[in-house]
């Protein structure tokens, strides 16, 4: 079993493609690290970066994971895909998921990487499956194992594969069948699911800081919840608030609020200004885990006291 330790850390190397978005600051740092000119295309994302734009963030952890254009450094990676992660950027999720585990810090990563894997991210899927096989950080769970990384074989990932026949050494044939079944309900959630109900990549002048751990959504696929009703419902404070999000326009925390308000019926929302941002609260909840299981189909959605 030692070999799908190795292999998981291996699979935290692939990559995500580059975020190419409308700003041209964006773009045209995009164009030039595909002309080879790796050390522009960090110059022209940096400043970008800097102010807040999750785009270029994501981008400067690919150039660190890369070593283009500036040194390879891992935990600096780690650095800028989670500045984008929390500001809701999909690929940087997945990205910052698989750096945390490549840097050991996998009771961190099992959060981003149960996130990537509602999105159906096969690299999150695979290593995700390696933990539940090894019980790493995770309760060990063969058959929800070899789900996974049977989903994530069924995109082309050789890591996948080659897991697979490793796992099939150890595994009952009832296990196995058992992991298959599961695999296919997980397909048929995945495909009957909508998209997430995810707001869009805010840009803001600063980040919060990434120092915990968000909400622990279900590491399997599954459809965004329905509007609650709004019914007000009894809410003991036991301390715990959700994190919404944080902007540097405070109209913007606002707009996010009456979105998704009518989610938490009987809960106080709360704008805090920290620095150049808004952070939007909401609560009380009693606990952590009521306050994470209030999330639904929110992101990015983070228990917080």
Known sequence: MRSLWLAAAAVTMLLAPLAVAQDNVVKAGVDAWERGDFKGAVDRWRPSANQGNADAQFNLGQAYKLGR?????????????????????????ASYGLALFANGKRSEALTWLQRAVQRGDPRAQYVLGTMYFNGDVVAKDWVRAYALVTR??????????????????????????????????????????????????????????????????????????????????????????????????????????????????????????????????????????????????????VPTR
């Open 69 to 93: 254009g500036v040194p390879a450094d891992l935990k600096q990676a780690e650095s800028w895909y989670g500045k984008a992660a929390w500001q809701g950027h999909e690929q940087a999720e």
């Open 152 to 301: 994530s074989s069924q995109t082309g990932l050789n890591e996948a594969s080659t897991a697979l026949a490793q796992m099939d050494k150890y595994m009952s044939l009832q296990e196995r069948r058992e992991g298959l079944t599961l695999a296919r309900k997980y397909e048929e959630e995945f495909n009957r699911a909508p998209s997430p109900d995810l707001p869009p990549v805010r840009v803001a002048t600063n980040n919060p800081p990434v120092t915990q751990p968000p909400a622990r959504p279900t590491p399997r696929p599954a459809p965004v919840a329905a509007a609650r009703p709004s019914v007000a419902v009894p809410a003991r404070d036991g301390g715990w608030r959700l994190q919404l999000g944080a902007f540097g326009d405070p109209n913007n925390a606002r707009k996010l609020w009456g979105q998704v308000g009518g989610r938490f019926p009987g809960r106080q929302v709360s704008y805090v200004k920290t620095g150049s941002l808004t952070k939007v609260l909401v609560g009380p909840f009693a606990s952590r885990a009521e306050a994470a299981g209030a999330c639904g189909g929110v992101s990015p959605c």
